[in-house]
């Protein structure tokens, strides 16, 4: 081997290591947007349950939109209905974050498992039955209406 040769094999080895640093670098950025784009989402879930956790903690706060307590009766029920809605809160952040990658399979199962208990209990039927103060993301929502269609609606004993 002469020593252009070997001068040329080593430019090619650099240029592949270079090349090859930039392909990981890309990827690193990649889940590192991912991780933030989820981290943001949650975030702002979180914003939203702090304000239904006050309407929880004191129900009167609740009728500052009206639209919000309709065919809700008393105190009671507006704390179930927004304790329910803190709950799919919780469970929009734990699916969003499997939905990206950002949580295993077996961890999300038994959140769905732990959902479809949820979803047998009136109260929560009840709250998606209602449909104000549902802000949620548009496939959640749908995801939701599918596993309560498909759970039966008999609380377990």
């Known amino acids: 081997m002469t020593l252009q040769e070997i001068q040329v094999m080593l430019q090619a080895v650099s240029s592949f290591a270079i090349a090859g640093g930039l392909f990981f670098t890309g990827v690193q950025f990649l889940s590192y947007r991912k991780a933030a784009y989820v981290a943001n989402f949650s975030r702002l ?19 500052v939109h009206p639209h919000d307590v309709e065919g809700l009766a008393g105190d009671e029920d507006i704390q179930h209905y927004f ?26 199962q038994s959140w769905v498992k732990w959902m479809r208990i949820i979803n047998s209990e009136e109260s929560f039927r009840k709250a998606m039955k209602k449909e104000s103060m549902k802000i949620f993301h548009a496939d959640f ?9 498909s759970t039966p609606d008999t609380p377990r004993a």
């Open 141 to 149: 929502l749908a995801y939701m209406q599918d596993l309560t269609r």
């Open 45 to 63: 879930v979180q914003l939203q349950m702090e304000q239904r956790k006050l309407r929880v903690d004191n129900p009167k706060l609740a009728y």
């Open 83 to 108: 304790m329910n809605l803190m709950q799919m809160s919780i469970f929009e952040i734990v699916w969003f974050s499997y939905k990206n990658g950002q949580l295993p399979e077996d961890y999300f």
